[in-house]
């Protein structure tokens, strides 16, 4: 558990950490619902690359997205250890396919660093900004800037 959990101000929020590939995300903890393990997705025709499929969840379809291609990075492979972070995002509820949940952390915004000079559109809509933690360099993403228009999410 990260040194910030211990140092709760008013003000603070809580970030939820994950891993894809070497590199670590977060996520407003708020707009997390539930994380699961990984259960294949049943793929839908002409859904857009990122979108893994859908899943039943307790009676819902859950759309599954492969939250590496979403933010450009090479798609992922699924395994058993990967994890499904069931988020909310614009008023939908989405599975976001990550490699692994890493840490909950409870920052406040001095923590939060600008995000440097970005040339892609998509960085400009997600990247919320940058925090150095332990040696660690966490990149706070914006769901919502991920899936703009909410016909998109589901």
Same mark, same amino acid.
Not at 99 to 112: G, K, Q, Y
Not at 125 to 135: C, E, M, V
């Given at each position: ?11 603070? /929020?809580?970030?939820?950490? !994950? ?5 670590? !995300? ?8 539930? @994380? /699961? ?47 499904? @972070? ?49 040696? /660690? ?9 991920? !899936? ?7």
């Amino acid at each position: 558990m990260s040194y910030l959990v211990k140092n709760l101000t008013q003000g603070s /929020r809580e970030l939820i950490a !994950f891993r894809i590939g070497d590199q670590e !995300f977060c996520v407003n903890i708020m707009s997390v619902r539930e @994380i /699961r393990g990984w259960t294949p997705a049943t793929p839908m025709p002409h859904s857009p690359s990122y979108m893994k499929g859908v899943l039943n969840l307790r009676g819902a379809v859950l759309p599954i997205i492969d939250l590496s291609a979403r933010l450009g990075m090479r798609p992922t492979e699924p395994s058993p250890r990967h994890v499904i @972070i069931v988020a909310q995002v614009n008023r939908k509820v989405v599975g976001l396919l990550v490699e692994a949940v890493s840490d909950i952390l409870t920052v406040t915004d001095d923590n939060i660093q600008p995000t440097p000079e970005i040339s892609s559109d998509l960085e400009k809509q997600f990247a919320r900004g940058i925090l150095a933690i332990d040696k /660690r360099m966490i990149c706070l993403v914006e769901l919502e800037g991920l !899936f703009p228009d909410e016909s998109e999410a589901a």
